[in-house]
């Protein structure tokens, strides 16, 4: 099984920067593809970012040109660096590991809060 436990969430202001870490370890491959999903309260989990093996990334319209995401084959770990932040950036983030031309979801992290408040 794979495990992905993520780090980083905070308070932080609007404007203001977020660094969030998401580790894997077990039997994640590294070809697996990794991803950030949001949830705020009373809403579905969509999607944030995701990166594949070989770095090409992809964004939802309302983080691109603020979120960066990256990863570090190496460690076993994919980051998001959240800047510009909004109030609307608030929520659970969530990383998560698929696998194949599918794309099928092979695990859940547990979620880091990211509350953007003055």
């Known amino acids: 099984q794979v495990q992905l436990v993520e780090s980083g969430g905070g308070l932080v202001q609007p404007g203001g920067s977020l660094r969030l870490s998401c580790a894997a370890s077990?039997?994640?491959?590294?070809?697996?593809?990794m991803g950030w999903y949001r949830q705020a309260p009373g809403e579905q989990r969509e999607l944030v970012a995701t990166?594949?093996?070989?770095?090409?990334?992809a964004y939802a319209d309302v983080v691109k040109g603020r979120f960066t995401i990256s990863r570090d084959n190496a460690k076993n770990t994919v980051y998001l660096q959240m800047n510009s932040l909004k109030p609307e950036d608030t929520a659970v983030y969530y990383c998560?590991?698929?696998?194949?031309?599918?794309?099928?979801?092979?695990?859940w992290g547990q979620g880091t809060q990211v509350t953007v408040s003055s």
């Open positions: 998560n590991a698929a696998r194949g031309f599918l794309n099928t979801i092979i695990a």
């Open positions: 077990g039997s994640i491959f590294s070809t697996d593809a």
């Open positions: 990166i594949a093996y070989g770095g090409t990334t």
